[in-house]
């Protein structure tokens, strides 16, 4: 059975599933526009790389980067139950990065997934459920009482 991981001591640390294989860390990157997958990890799930170099920059210093990729993979990506089909994934050097998966906004913006964070938590669901319905309900609620 899949964990839901939405209560974790980091709130953006979440587990994740790619092409339904074994579950592993990853960590959403809302500022980030690529996802980027360990390349021991890529090995161990048998991904097939395609060669593609790139640099890649951290926030402040555009001008030196601070990896490159050794090549990318498209895979289906499942965290919380909720998957995005297709997604390219950027191969790296362990080293590179803490967790095993880093998730960006090629993820969490595409149109069918929702999230909100709601206090320490990020949620994630499918929007045709209409997740956080009930979240607009209370949010109203409490500026008429308060009001």
Not at 79 to 95: A, P, S
Request: net charge negative; glycine share 6%; charged share 20%.
């Amino acid at each position: 059975m899949k964990q839901n991981s939405a209560v974790s001591p980091n709130r953006y640390l979440k587990y994740a599933h790619i092409n339904n294989g074994e579950e592993m860390t990853a960590i959403i990157d809302m500022g980030s526009s690529s996802c980027l997958l360990k390349q021991s990890v890529a090995r161990k799930l048998n991904l097939i790389i395609k060669p593609d170099v790139e640099a890649l920059f951290g926030f402040g210093n555009q001008s030196k980067p601070a990896a490159r990729t050794l090549g990318k993979v498209t895979v289906n990506l499942e965290i919380d139950n909720v998957e995005g089909k297709d997604i390219t994934v950027l191969i790296v050097e362990g080293e590179t990065q803490p967790c095993n998966l880093l998730v960006s906004q090629t993820w969490i913006d595409l149109p069918h997934i929702a999230y909100a964070k709601i206090g320490n938590t990020l949620y994630t669901h499918y929007a045709n459920d209409c997740p956080f319905s009930q979240l607009q309900n209370d949010i109203t609620l409490r500026e008429l009482t308060e009001g």
